[in-house]
């Protein structure tokens, strides 16, 4: 009984089956058998029945359930041919199980492998008994005629979107016929039949159900009834599935727009590629003096230097500004910053050790240049405290504090070379399965690895074998021992598979 693939567009959880296979057993030929499974989660299932390895196929003698958390497989009513092993499989896009196996044992009412029956008589019940009871239960079950159909299949629509219900009825001449078999075939190949179909046999009544249509259910519908004295073909019907359009691949713009893009986009007729040439590098200058030439404020108050670059060609431009020749450190109360072609120097609140002249030094693989000098003088007032407030002794303080910085950023010594990794790094928890999702839908890979707290550690995601990195779509990160990947829209280029690498100097 082939299932059938359903499609979720988050991450979830592989199907799970809470308990044994029941049913089975040694049954008299003619009864019926049930075997149900629980399984979970009891939401968008995959449900495939087997007989001894092989799948189950459509038939009236078949009715198959799988909701409320319960699978389901009923025989109607069984012949000898019945007897073997039986399993059940569901699966999902997250991952599958398969239930344990339960034997079934079909006692055919006449056994010719008895101790106590001879030869003559084993060969004398071959001949006239196997031909009447492969499909019937007794004498008073046999058919008076082939079958035939008094009303061939009407169909509820022919053409149905994907995810609508479709149901098939037809009528047949026979109601208490024991060898009767029906099958539903599709494009001359058997209808499978779990979550999704559903065939049914009661008193004539012959209906196939689809719970809900895929583009693959299109095709010719036939029914084919069968008994001991004949078969017979109704006539078929067709059903046809729109498949529903899920990603848009054609542009909303119009042809016009089309073409004035291309035009934007192709290099004019002056374009030089400039194949196997040589770039005239253009070293950086300043175009004017260093502004304010000299400057006097008082302790406390903001100060700015500014004059205008020209960057020239190169690619690795660096710009340092220094005091009395010595660069200026930046930082909260201190920055420095270029925009628009003027490079900038802002003190926030001037210090009297901010005193002295200032230039501003630019280069680029391609030269340097320095801008003339600018004076700038503090003068104290007291309004900033610089002297140390400690209480006592306050120098004893001042290198006892500095004592305990210098051991913070000292660097490792043998003292810490028993905390490298002892062991190689493990990945606890892997990543989700995801499967089919739809276009710019967010994705998020998360993985467990120890030890957590590994400085040396160094993780690393690949799609399809190709390095990622932290971008605009991809955020990258690792925190506490757990490795994230997220895709914050996804688009079908991102279609592949996703691993992730760690590891340490262990």
């Given at each position: 009984?082939?299932?059938?693939?359903?499609?979720?567009?988050?991450?979830?959880?592989?199907?799970?089956?809470?308990?044994?296979?029941?049913?089975?057993?040694?049954?008299?030929?003619?009864?019926?058998v049930h075997l149900e499974l629980r399984i979970a989660p009891p939401g968008d299932l995959q449900v495939q029945w087997f007989?001894?390895?092989?799948?189950?196929?459509?038939?009236?003698?078949?009715?198959?359930?799988?909701?409320?958390?319960?699978?389901?497989?009923?025989?109607?009513?069984?012949?000898?041919?019945?007897?073997?092993?039986?399993?059940?499989?569901?699966?999902?896009?997250?991952?599958?199980?398969?239930?344990?196996?339960?034997?079934?044992?079909?006692?055919?009412?006449?056994?010719?492998?008895?101790?106590?029956?001879?030869?003559?008589?084993?060969?004398?019940?071959?001949?006239?008994?196997?031909?009447?009871?492969?499909?019937?239960?007794?004498?008073?079950?046999?058919?008076?005629?082939?079958?035939?159909?008094?009303?061939?299949?009407?169909?509820?629509?022919?053409?149905?979107?994907?995810?609508?219900?479709?149901?098939?009825?037809?009528?047949?001449?026979?109601?208490?016929?024991?060898?009767?078999?029906?099958?539903?075939?599709?494009?001359?190949?058997?209808?499978?039949?779990?979550?999704?179909?559903?065939?049914?046999?009661?008193?004539?009544?012959?209906?196939?159900?689809?719970?809900?249509?895929?583009?693959e259910d299109s095709g010719l519908y036939v029914c084919v009834a069968t008994n001991a004295l004949g078969h017979t073909e109704?006539?078929?019907?067709?059903?046809?599935?729109?498949?529903?359009?899920?990603?848009?691949?054609?542009?909303?713009?119009?042809?016009?727009?089309?073409?004035?893009?291309?035009?934007l986009e192709e290099p004019g007729e002056d374009y030089d590629y400039m194949i196997n040439s040589t770039v005239q590098g253009?070293?950086?200058?300043?175009?004017?003096?260093?502004?304010?030439?000299?400057?006097?404020?008082?302790?406390?108050?903001?100060?700015?230097?500014?004059?205008?670059?020209?960057?020239?060609?190169?690619?690795?431009?660096?710009?340092?500004?220094?005091?009395?020749?010595?660069?200026?450190?930046?930082?909260?109360?201190?920055?420095?910053?270029?925009?628009?072609?003027?490079?900038?120097?802002?003190?926030?609140?001037?210090?009297?050790?901010?005193?002295?002249?200032?230039?501003?030094?630019?280069?680029?693989?391609?030269?340097?240049?320095?801008?003339?000098?600018?004076?700038?003088?503090?003068?104290?007032?007291?309004?900033?405290?610089?002297?140390?407030?400690?209480?006592?002794?306050?120098?004893?303080?001042?290198?006892?504090?500095?004592?305990?910085?210098?051991?913070?950023?000292?660097?490792?010594?043998?003292?810490?070379?028993?905390?490298?990794?002892?062991?190689?790094?493990?990945?606890?928890?892997?990543?989700?399965?995801?499967?089919?999702?739809?276009?710019?839908?967010?994705?998020?890979?998360?993985?467990?690895?120890?030890?957590?707290?590994?400085?040396?550690?160094?993780?690393?995601?690949?799609?399809?074998?190709?390095?990622?990195?932290?971008?605009?779509?991809?955020?990258?990160?690792?925190?506490?021992?757990?490795?994230?990947?997220?895709?914050?829209?996804?688009?079908?280029?991102?279609?592949?598979?996703?691993?992730?690498?760690?590891?340490?100097?262990?």
């Open positions: 009984m082939p299932a059938t693939a359903y499609q979720a567009s988050t991450p979830g959880n592989p199907p799970q089956i809470l308990g044994p296979l029941s049913g089975g057993g040694e049954v008299p030929e003619g009864e019926p007989k001894d390895g092989v799948a189950l196929s459509a038939g009236s003698r078949y009715n198959t359930m799988c909701e409320r958390g319960l699978a389901s497989l009923d025989v109607i009513y069984t012949i000898p041919e019945d007897s073997g092993t039986y399993f059940c499989v569901i699966s999902n896009p997250y991952g599958h199980a398969q239930s344990e196996a339960v034997p079934v044992n079909v006692i055919p009412e006449i056994d010719p492998s008895q101790d106590h029956v001879d030869v003559h008589s084993a060969d004398l019940y071959q001949a006239t008994s196997a031909p009447t009871k492969e499909y019937e239960r007794d004498q008073r079950s046999q058919p008076k005629s082939a079958p035939h159909f008094t009303q061939q299949p009407v169909i509820s629509s022919s053409d149905v979107l994907e995810g609508e219900p479709v149901r098939i009825e037809a009528y047949l001449n026979t109601t208490s016929d024991s060898t009767l078999q029906v099958d539903w075939m599709k494009n001359g190949q058997p209808v499978g039949t779990g979550s999704r179909f559903n065939a049914v046999l009661d008193r004539g009544l012959i209906v196939l159900e689809i719970g809900y249509c895929l583009a109704s006539q078929p019907v067709e059903l046809r599935c729109q498949p529903e359009e899920r990603i848009v691949t054609k542009s909303i713009l119009d042809q016009q727009s089309i073409n004035h893009l291309k035009q253009i070293p950086p200058s300043f175009k004017a003096n260093l502004e304010p030439s000299s400057v006097q404020v008082s302790e406390d108050e903001p100060v700015i230097f500014s004059v205008p670059v020209d960057c020239g060609n190169g690619d690795r431009l660096v710009i340092e500004w220094k005091r009395d020749g010595q660069v200026v450190k930046t930082g909260s109360r201190i920055t420095g910053r270029l925009e628009l072609g003027i490079a900038s120097l802002k003190i926030h609140y001037a210090q009297p050790n901010d005193t002295g002249a200032y230039t501003c030094h630019v280069s680029t693989e391609y030269g340097s240049a320095d801008c003339g000098p600018s004076n700038l003088l503090c003068e104290a007032t007291g309004s900033i405290i610089a002297a140390s407030q400690l209480p006592g002794d306050k120098e004893k303080g001042l290198l006892a504090i500095e004592a305990i910085e210098a051991n913070l950023h000292a660097p490792r010594g043998t003292v810490w070379e028993d905390d490298s990794p002892h062991e190689a790094p493990v990945i606890i928890q892997q990543p989700q399965l995801v499967g089919e999702i739809e276009e710019g839908t967010a994705i998020h890979f998360d993985v467990q690895v120890e030890p957590a707290a590994d400085p040396s550690l160094i993780v690393e995601w690949f799609k399809s074998g190709n390095l990622l990195t932290s971008g605009t779509r991809f955020k990258v990160a690792y925190e506490r021992g757990l490795a994230i990947l997220d895709l914050l829209y996804t688009i079908p280029e991102d279609s592949g598979e996703y691993w992730c690498r760690v590891e340490n100097k262990a």
